[in-house]
């Protein structure tokens, strides 16, 4: 034998990790191997080898394999049945139970959700139903905040709902909640508090209506000095205008009386008593639309036709509570609510919350949404 040689090798631990020392033994059987140049001997000698090193008590395990003469001089076969031998012993009832029972956390992220549930089905030995019961698990264990989205996959068609479209829908719609709430922090200018029910005001004349009496309680509870628009509330009376940002409109001016509790203040960039009204094209869904700016409309307003012609589908709609006024106080009927995304000239998108409602009439941009779309500006004499 070569005067290099490596010592022969100690028996395997059969204790503790048995898995994990096997892992080694193993290595350790293979560096031996090549050190003496075993590894180029027939295949039958290395089994010899292993099993001259490995221990008696593993022997005992080699005989109850009844491998055929053949199996028992192939290393790789030999090697394998005692790797499944030591390999760690699943519980499945554990797994199983920690599948079923686990649920989102509340500040845990969608995408760290659904990828543990995926890799604990993945454990579970669930077989040709590990789809079936891992889309199952993500939807019935979300957290309370998504009961809307869960509600929403349960009334899909079965053949509709599976594992890859649940996951990107809701990780489509996490996107778009975060996109809001940022929306919302940086939102520059907050003119009128919002009641409970959404306002929308068209008229012919001159614009005003009778503020809701829950409104009452929020201006008076409402801490002005905190607020950044509080050097903007008046003791009297302002002037206030809205001006189109392309320098060529001029302002339309209309008075303010704060203290007035029974009215709340509507206005509109689009000129009444037939002068034009002015509108905005944005792509939406790879089609043009154009938005009327309306400073009296207190949310985004689209038809449901419209919404159907630019090939949004009704799942992005979402239940909406609130209602549509107009200043003759009659509702308008509304089919829900959407997160849109519209996109500018220059490839910019914005995520806007439209209103959809079953009448038909022009696109229309809100207040909030002109201001925050840089489409207006505002002034205010004393």
Same mark, same amino acid.
């Given at each position: 034998?070569?005067?290099?040689?490596?010592?022969?090798?100690?028996?395997?631990?059969?204790?503790?990790?048995?898995?994990?020392?096997?892992?080694?033994?193993?290595?350790?059987?293979?560096?031996?191997?090549?050190?003496?140049?075993?590894?180029?001997?027939?295949?039958?000698?290395?089994?010899?080898?292993?099993?001259?090193?490995?221990?008696?008590?593993?022997?005992?395990?080699?005989?109850?394999?009844?491998?055929?003469?053949?199996?028992?001089?192939?290393?790789?076969?030999?090697?394998?049945?005692?790797?499944?031998?030591?390999?760690?012993?699943?519980?499945? *009832? $554990?797994?199983?139970?920690?599948?079923?029972?686990?649920?989102?956390? *509340?500040?845990?992220?969608?995408?760290?959700? %659904?990828?543990?549930? @995926?890799?604990?089905?993945?454990?579970?030995?669930?077989?040709? $139903?590990?789809?079936?019961?891992?889309?199952? /698990?993500?939807?019935?264990?979300?957290?309370?905040?998504?009961?809307?989205?869960?509600?929403?996959?349960?009334?899909?068609? +079965?053949?509709?709902?599976?594992?890859?479209?649940?996951?990107?829908? $809701?990780?489509?719609?996490?996107?778009?909640?975060?996109?809001?709430?940022?929306?919302?922090?940086?939102?520059?200018?907050?003119?009128? !508090?919002? *009641?409970?029910?959404?306002?929308?005001?068209?008229?012919?004349?001159?614009?005003?209506?009778?503020?809701? !009496?829950?409104?009452?309680?929020?201006?008076?509870?409402?801490?002005?000095?905190?607020?950044?628009?509080? /050097?903007?509330?008046?003791?009297?009376?302002?002037?206030?205008?809205?001006? =189109?940002?392309?320098?060529?409109?001029?302002?339309?001016?209309?008075?303010?009386?704060?203290?007035?509790?029974?009215?709340?203040?509507?206005?509109?960039?689009?000129?009444?008593?037939?002068?034009?009204?002015?509108?905005?094209?944005?792509?939406?869904?790879?089609? /043009?639309?154009?938005?009327? @700016? +309306?400073?009296?409309?207190?949310?985004?307003?689209?038809?449901?036709?419209?919404?159907?012609?630019?090939?949004?589908? +009704?799942?992005?709609?979402?239940?909406?509570?609130?209602?549509? @006024?107009?200043?003759?106080? %009659?509702?308008?009927?509304?089919?829900? %609510?959407?997160? @849109?995304?519209?996109?500018?000239?220059?490839?910019?998108?914005?995520? $806007?919350?439209? =209103?959809?409602?079953?009448?038909?009439?022009?696109?229309?941009?809100?207040?909030?949404? *002109?201001?925050?779309?840089?489409?207006?500006?505002?002034?205010?004499?004393?």
């Amino acid at each position: 034998m070569d005067s290099f040689a490596l010592s022969p090798l100690q028996p395997l631990n059969l204790t503790g990790n048995v898995s994990h020392y096997f892992k080694l033994w193993l290595q350790r059987f293979q560096i031996y191997l090549k050190a003496n140049n075993l590894d180029k001997e027939t295949e039958e000698r290395q089994v010899n080898s292993l099993l001259n090193y490995i221990g008696d008590k593993c022997i005992t395990v080699f005989n109850s394999f009844n491998l055929t003469n053949v199996e028992s001089k192939s290393i790789k076969t030999v090697i394998d049945k005692f790797t499944d031998h030591f390999a760690p012993k699943k519980h499945l *009832s $554990l797994l199983r139970h920690n599948f079923f029972a686990r649920k989102q956390k *509340s500040d845990e992220p969608f995408e760290d959700y %659904s990828t543990t549930i @995926i890799n604990l089905g993945l454990q579970c030995d669930l077989g040709a $139903l590990r789809e079936e019961l891992t889309k199952a /698990k993500i939807i019935s264990g979300l957290d309370s905040k998504y009961d809307d989205l869960r509600t929403r996959l349960m009334a899909e068609e +079965d053949k509709t709902l599976t594992l890859s479209y649940v996951t990107k829908y $809701l990780k489509t719609a996490e996107s778009s909640r975060q996109a809001v709430t940022q929306m919302q922090k940086d939102n520059r200018v907050d003119v009128f !508090p919002m *009641s409970e029910d959404v306002l929308l005001a068209k008229s012919k004349g001159t614009h005003g209506i009778n503020k809701r !009496p829950a409104y009452e309680d929020k201006i008076k509870n409402q801490d002005f000095k905190s607020n950044s628009m509080s /050097k903007f509330i008046p003791k009297q009376r302002k002037n206030i205008g809205f001006q =189109i940002n392309n320098g060529k409109n001029s302002v339309h001016q209309f008075n303010v009386d704060y203290n007035n509790q029974d009215e709340y203040l509507i206005g509109t960039t689009g000129m009444v008593n037939g002068q034009r009204k002015i509108f905005v094209v944005y792509t939406v869904n790879n089609c /043009k639309i154009k938005l009327k @700016i +309306d400073t009296g409309a207190m949310c985004n307003l689209l038809s449901y036709n419209d919404y159907k012609c630019i090939g949004l589908t +009704d799942k992005l709609l979402q239940k909406c509570y609130k209602k549509i @006024i107009q200043l003759e106080k %009659s509702n308008v009927p509304v089919v829900g %609510s959407a997160m @849109i995304p519209l996109v500018n000239k220059n490839n910019e998108t914005k995520l $806007l919350e439209f =209103i959809v409602v079953n009448v038909e009439c022009p696109p229309i941009l809100g207040l909030q949404a *002109s201001i925050d779309l840089n489409l207006i500006t505002y002034h205010i004499n004393m």
